[in-house]
């Protein structure tokens, strides 16, 4: 008896077998499906991006807002309605530095921008008291502290700030600043 109508007897082991069996099968074509183990492409931050964009067009705005005024007493600033017992607290370190920006070496452009990414970076991680040392300027021209006055000054222009001091010494004294944010 023979078996596919070609006249030729099965092999008597299976592998043999399957073998004889499968002589006319061709593999079938490839389907047009997604490969699952290909790996996802990485999500877009969005948010971030959006985030990154408010803080260039506010920096936008205070290049051009020509405000030159300056601050009375530029080593302590705290919003209105808020108890003055914040501000010894913070010059005291009661709340613990939880972040730093060290701004030396930089332009006053360049230090301006990266004050608000900070900023920014540490209110999406829900940073409540950081450190920004912007040195005392002793190395720009005619010695001016050209940093330490464009940073506190773009601190009282940002909401999230709610106060800042110049620290004791050990903390950065005249070439840094406490800032306690929002919540």
Not at 30 to 52: I, K, T
């Given at each position: 008896m023979s078996k596919g109508g070609r006249g030729a007897a099965p092999p008597p082991d299976d592998a043999a077998l399957f073998r004889f069996e499968m002589r006319d099968v061709a593999p079938s074509k490839?389907?047009?499906?997604?490969?699952?183990?290909?790996?996802?492409?990485?999500?877009?931050?969005?948010?971030?991006?959006?985030?990154?964009r408010a803080v260039l067009e506010e920096l936008a705005r205070?290049?051009?807002?020509?405000?030159?005024?300056?601050?009375?007493?530029?080593?302590?600033?705290?919003?209105?309605?808020?108890?003055?017992?914040?501000?010894?607290?913070?010059?005291?370190?009661?709340?613990?530095?939880?972040?730093?920006?060290?701004l030396h070496g930089r332009g006053a452009d360049e230090a301006a921008l990266e004050t608000a990414a900070f900023l920014?970076?540490?209110?999406?991680?829900?940073?409540?008291?950081?450190?920004?040392?912007?040195?005392?300027?002793?190395?720009?021209?005619?010695?001016?502290?050209?940093?330490?006055?464009r940073i506190r000054k773009l601190l009282t222009r940002r909401a999230e700030v709610l106060a800042f001091v110049e620290p004791r010494a050990i903390h950065g004294?005249?070439?840094?600043v406490v800032v306690l944010l929002e919540a």
């Open positions: 490839p389907v047009n499906r997604v490969e699952p183990w290909r790996p996802r492409p990485s999500p877009v931050p969005a948010q971030r991006l959006a985030d990154e205070l290049g051009l807002d020509g405000d030159e005024a300056e601050i009375e007493d530029d080593s302590l600033f705290l919003r209105p309605g808020l108890p003055r017992e914040i501000l010894r607290k913070l010059r005291r370190t009661h709340w613990v530095i939880q972040d730093q920006l060290d920014a970076e540490c209110r999406r991680r829900g940073l409540r008291c950081v450190r920004i040392v912007h040195g005392k300027g002793l190395r720009s021209r005619g010695r001016e502290p050209v940093l330490k006055r004294g005249g070439g840094a």
